[in-house]
């Protein structure tokens, strides 16, 4: 919630005035939607290596990854709770598996275009065009409900949202045409960003005052950031484990307590630490932080991944192009202090060789068994 600019003046406003708990070392899982988000939902880490990278939209491994674990939704259904689930990303649609648990799930995914070179992975609907819907479905629940929503107004190229404080209609008409003519500046896609997120803390607030009656708990998140040439790369992906990309917002308000927690926390703790509450969710307390906090990617070269303390990270590739941060001397990131402190560089390599080697072995052991059942 700390930034030069008041994107988030509702979500601000909450974190002042209401118990809330803000986490400011929550850590995206993996870099990309589908591997944050599925060890969101199931609360482990995907073990899909695909042979390339195009590979990774496929949506068949991710459908039987999910069938085989039991998700957030189930946890919620088994437990006497109405499930609704309103999504606008592809990656995270029923066609991936993720209805699993719902009672009802619904994918607001435009299925073409009418914006020139805008393609359908990038453009969705706005958040307005199925508010009504989601208070309907919620106000149907005789029983406690769990309701998840995932907008993607903040996805590029952050054409969507309908702030416009900081951007114009002139700058999303560059941002669309830029993929042929190189138009959009990166102060223009700021700008864009900057007020998609506004849009998205205006529906925060408008669903806050809504469901006031029902008394919910709210819990916001990202699943991964976004790059703007910090580290000379844009949007999201590969194994850029930055600051931008992996240090993400989690918010949980109308709580029990009202504290910040330091300690890194992942996607897959927050799965972990819902599941371990005993219903009703609204007894949600503190939860305890980990030490650190694991990121990783799965592609055809292999594994990557970087691990997360308060004050360092380090940074595995298998091709030896190592980084190691003081995140506290060098927020930033940018320069590697490789060497400068090796007692704490080798304790953190060692904790991720460890992880990666379970990894590898569990990887081996899915191969082998896939492999048995081919041959049935």
Partial sequence: MEYERNTTPFLNQKIKEANAIVFENAISSGTYTSESMISLFTGDFSYIVPDNPGAKLSPEPWRKEIKKRKTLAQFFSKNGYRTIGFNTNPLTSAYYGYDKGFHIFRDLLKRSSSIPFVSVWEYTTPWENYYDQIIQEVKKSKDPFFLWIFPTETHAPYI?????????????????????????????????????????????????????????????????????????????????????????????????????????????????????????????????????????????????????????????????????????????????????????????????????????????????????????
């Fill in 160 to 376: 969507t949202g309908r702030s416009d404080k900081w951007s114009s209609s002139t700058d999303k008409i560059k941002v669309i045409l830029d993929k042929i003519f190189s138009i959009a500046g990166n102060k223009t896609k700021i700008n864009l960003y900057n007020d998609c997120i506004r849009y998205i803390d205006s529906f925060i607030e408008r669903l806050y005052y809504d469901l006031k009656e029902f008394n919910p708990i709210f819990i916001v998140h990202a699943d991964h950031g976004e790059g703007f040439g910090e580290h000379n790369f844009y949007r999201h992906g590969s194994d850029n484990f930055y600051e931008e990309l992996i240090h993400i917002p989690l918010v949980v308000i109308n709580t029990s307590v009202n504290e910040r927690l330091r300690k890194p926390f992942s996607l897959s703790d927050l799965n972990d630490w819902i599941t371990g509450i005993d219903t009703p969710i609204s007894n949600l307390s503190l939860p305890n932080g980990n030490d650190w906090a694991l990121s990783k990617t799965f592609d055809s070269n292999w594994i990557r991944a970087c691990t997360r303390t308060e004050d360092y990270k380090f940074i595995y590739r298998p091709n030896g192009t190592d980084e190691f941060y003081n995140l506290k001397r060098d927020p930033s990131e940018k320069n590697s202090e490789m060497g400068k402190t090796p007692e704490i560089e080798k304790k953190l390599r060692r904790m991720l060789e460890e992880e990666i080697n379970r990894d590898k072995e569990k990887i081996r052991i899915k191969n082998k068994i896939s492999s048995i059942k081919g041959k049935d």
